[in-house]
C-alpha cells in the first residue's frame, strides 16, 4: 500500500530549530510537497521538492532524498504563529497526491 | 484577490437531507478537489476534476457525487448524508495539471454535521 509517515506530534522552544521528517511508499514518485495548517484554517502550500537536496524559503528550508525515500522540513527561528499542524504529500504515479497524517507542532515560550 | 471560495462554513443537518456545498475559485485552475479531514486521519480525497466535465473519484467517493459544469465551480453533493460523514470539508484547486509542484490553493473549509 501507499503510505507517508511523519511524527504526531513534535515540540520546541521559542526561537530554537525543529526538523519534522516524513518518509513514504508510494507506487512512483513526482515530488514531495509540505503544506501548514493553523487549527481550524486550510492548508497553505509551503515547499515542493521535486529533485534531491534542499530549498529554502526564508526561515523554512525542505529537503529530499529520493534514494532513501525521506524528506523533512526544516524550521528555524521559531515563532509562536508557527505552531500548527505540518502534513507532507506525494505525488504518485496515478497523479495523486497521498498526504500523511500531518504533525503537530507545539512551540513553548 | 485570488481565493477558493466554498459555502457554507458550517452546515448542521439531519440524515437523508441531500446537500450542495458550493466551491468557486476565480484562478482559472483546470484542476479541482474535494478533501475531507477527520482528526488522525489528514487529508483523504473524495473526488478530483481535471477540467470541465472531467471528474473521477479519489480514495473515499462513497456517498458523495460531484460534477464540473463550469471550469470555476466544482460542487460537492450529498444525496443522503449519513452520521459517518461529519468531517471537515475543504476544496482545492491548483494551477496546472502537475499540483503537486505549485501547490493547492484550499477553500476555508465546511464543518459539516449530520445528525
Known amino acids: 500500500g501507499q503510505s507517508l509517515e511523519q511524527p504526531s506530534e513534535v515540540t520546541a522552544v521559542e526561537g530554537a530549530i525543529v526538523q519534522i521528517n516524513c518518509t513514504y511508499q508510494?507506487?512512483?514518485?513526482?515530488?514531495l510537497s509540505w503544506y501548514q495548517q493553523h487549527d481550524g484554517g486550510a492548508p497553505t502550500f509551503l515547499s515542493y521538492n521535486g529533485l534531491d537536496g534542499l530549498e529554502e524559503t526564508g526561515r523554512f528550508s525542505s529537503f529530499l532524498s529520493r534514494s532513501d525515500s525521506y524528506g523533512y522540513l526544516l524550521l528555524q527561528e521559531l515563532q509562536m504563529k508557527d505552531s500548527a499542524s505540518y502534513f507532507c504529500?506525494?505525488?504518485?504515479?496515478?497523479?495523486?497526491?497521498?498526504w500523511g497524517a500531518g504533525t503537530k507542532l507545539i512551540i513553548k515560550p | 484577490e485570488a481565493q477558493v471560495t466554498q459555502n457554507p462554513r458550517y452546515l448542521i443537518t439531519v440524515t437523508g437531507k441531500k446537500l450542495t456545498v458550493t466551491c468557486s475559485q476565480n484562478?482559472?485552475?483546470?484542476?479541482m478537489s474535494w478533501y475531507r479531514q477527520d482528526p488522525g486521519l489528514g487529508l483523504r480525497q473524495i473526488y478530483y476534476s481535471m477540467n470541465v466535465e472531467v471528474t473521477d473519484k479519489g480514495d473515499v467517493p462513497e456517498g458523495y457525487k460531484v460534477s464540473r459544469k463550469e471550469k470555476r465551480n466544482f460542487p460537492l453533493i450529498l444525496e443522503s448524508p449519513s452520521p459517518n460523514q461529519t468531517s471537515l470539508y475543504f476544496c482545492a484547486s491548483s494551477r496546472t495539471g502537475a499540483p503537486i509542484s505549485y501547490g493547492y490553493t484550499f477553500g476555508s473549509g465546511t464543518r459539516l454535521t449530520v445528525v
Open positions: 508510494t507506487s512512483g514518485f513526482y515530488g
Open positions: 484562478m482559472n485552475h483546470e484542476y
Open positions: 504529500a506525494v505525488r504518485d504515479s496515478n497523479y495523486q497526491l497521498i
